[in-house]
């Protein structure tokens, strides 16, 4: 495998996916938070935070080797222009962890853990890949959440029944 490429095409995927993704998370009115469709679904804001923070669970990965739920820093929600802000910030750090890593530190293991259990552990190449599914996953479930309170939902991959172009 060449770990040389990888990289490199993990930071045009997450690239590929950010404006539409910012266009998402700046629409979120801070008044719809607590909105959720279900009682079984997750709240609004919450969804929003977790599409945001995605994206440093990739440096975290990288950097860190580990992320434990119990000493995760967890970011507090807000408003819609922080979390913008710490999305941006998250962008910009999963960038540079994947543009600093070695082709060893990528064959190295992650573990995610809760209070120092271990949850499960893998290679890093998957793990990344991975986070980029999830995220994109739940950006999709954001735009649907939109949808039912009639935010417009900016084109993704193609255009949207709310913007006709790209």
């Known amino acids: 495998m060449d770990y040389k490429v990888l990289a490199p095409h993990f930071i045009r995927e997450i690239k590929a996916e950010v404006k539409s993704t910012r266009s998402c998370l700046e629409r979120i009115p801070e008044s719809l938070f607590e909105y959720k469709p279900h009682e079984k ?28 739920f119990a000493t995760y820093p967890q970011y507090k929600l807000s408003t819609t222009k922080a979390l913008v802000e710490f999305f941006d910030d998250n962008i910009k750090n999963a960038i540079s962890a994947l543009e600093e890593i070695t082709a060893d530190q990528l064959k190295e293991e992650f573990s995610l853990k809760n209070n120092g259990q271990l949850l499960y552990s893998q290679a890093k190449i998957p793990g990344i890949s ?14 649907v959440y939109m949808r039912l309170n009639d935010i417009p939902v900016p084109s993704i991959y193609g255009p949207s029944a709310d913007e006709k172009t790209f």
């Open 41 to 68: 679904s997750m709240p609004f804001g919450y969804l929003a935070l977790l599409v945001a923070d995605i994206p440093r669970w990739i440096s975290f990965m990288i950097r860190e080797s580990v992320i434990d």
């Open 130 to 143: 991975e986070a980029i599914n999830h995220w994109v996953h739940h950006r999709g479930q954001l735009t």
